[in-house]
């Protein structure tokens, strides 16, 4: 049985198949919606982009950690 990252990584790889955009163009597009949370972020990216819930789960947490992190580099820079 593989591991979790081994089967996100193939999720990420069947999202490029299935919808014709790579893990970064959906970053793009999901840090543009004006949603903070991620569950209206996942269900922005289900109605309007028609994602399924797996897709559109493992983007908007993406997004969201990525993000976070850039709040985060900020921050800190703010402090330098």
């Keep these: 049985m593989g591991s979790s990252e081994d089967g996100t990584q193939n999720t990420i790889r069947n999202l490029e198949k299935k919808t014709g955009k ?3 163009q959906w970053l793009r597009i ?24 797996k897709y559109a789960n493992l983007i908007a947490l993406q997004a969201l950690e990525s993000k976070k992190g850039q709040s985060n580099a900020r921050q800190v820079k703010r402090f330098k």
């Design 22 to 24: 790579t893990l970064d």
């Design 30 to 53: 999901a840090k543009a919606i004006p949603h903070t949370e991620q569950r209206e972020i996942v269900n922005f990216l289900q109605a309007k982009c028609g994602l399924t819930p």
